[in-house]
């Protein structure tokens, strides 16, 4: 198996239940991954092997490290929702 390293995070903001945040659809706040590939030097978008989203970003998050510990992928953007 290969190993599997963390480069980078990024997050959006913090809500509160029922706040500005509760009418925005997940995977519109999720179309804000771009902040990663810009926040990253020397990573570019076709890099990208694979994306793994889901609604539990730890399970999103092991997927991803599977995925390169396996050798299916080099470079895996992951996250989530909750």
Known sequence: MSD???HAAVRTSFGRFGGALSCVRPDD???H???LLESTPG???VQV???V???ASLDAAMIASRTVE???ASVVV???VE
């Open 70 to 72: 396996t050798g299916y």
């Open 43 to 45: 990573l570019e978008a």
């Open 49 to 51: 092997d694979e994306v």
């Open 4 to 6: 599997c390293y963390l």
């Open 29 to 31: 706040l999720s179309g």
């Open 78 to 80: 992951d996250g989530g």
């Open 53 to 55: 989203w889901g609604r």
């Open 33 to 35: 991954v771009n902040a």
